[in-house]
């Protein structure tokens, strides 16, 4: 079961990956940065699953909090000051995800996506790819902590 929702969350990765660097590239809409932003917080979700189970199966934790909310707060616990930085992205991925957006430049090299939110969020290619690397660092940062 561990084994399996490790292997969930890179696939996550790998699917966002290709969203990314391959999809993105060649029909830059806001339809694929929206699929990256939710396979994004998929990766997050999932990682945050393995760090909970595997604490769980190994005795560092007795129960697994029931919502998204006590399961990041655990998270933090476990692994520190280091995990904070993330779980703003996190956070800021999920506000970009549920926000009403408009677009820029579609189908262009500089497509945008901005969130009518206040402040507005403008999502760039360049933004995304910054989210995408976080994103990783995190997802191996929680597999680093399970080494220990």
């Given amino acids: 079961m561990f084994d ?12 966002a990956d290709h969203l990314v660097y391959v999809s993105l590239k060649y029909t830059r809409t806001c339809d694929v940065i929206k699929n990256v ?7 997050f979700d999932l990682a945050v699953g393995e760090v909970m189970e595997y ?3 190994q005795g560092v934790i007795k129960d697994i909090p029931v ?19 993330y779980f703003k992205l996190y956070d800021l991925l999920k506000k970009i995800d549920k926000a009403e957006y408009s677009k ?5 090299k500089n497509v945008t996506l901005i969130t009518k ?9 360049d933004s995304l790819n910054t ?3 976080a994103t990783k660092e995190f997802v191996y940062l929680a597999h680093d902590s399970m080494k220990k």
Avoid: D, M, W
């Fill in 117 to 125: 939110t206040k402040p507005e969020i403008r999502v760039k290619t």
């Fill in 4 to 15: 399996e929702r490790v292997e969930n969350c890179l696939e996550e990765l790998k699917r």
């Fill in 131 to 133: 989210y995408f690397e």
């Fill in 67 to 85: 919502s998204k909310e006590g399961k990041i707060k655990k998270v933090k616990e476990l692994l520190g000051k280091q995990s904070h930085k």
């Fill in 104 to 108: 820029c430049e579609e189908f262009r």
């Fill in 37 to 43: 932003i939710k396979r994004l917080i998929s990766a």
């Fill in 55 to 57: 604490s769980k199966s």
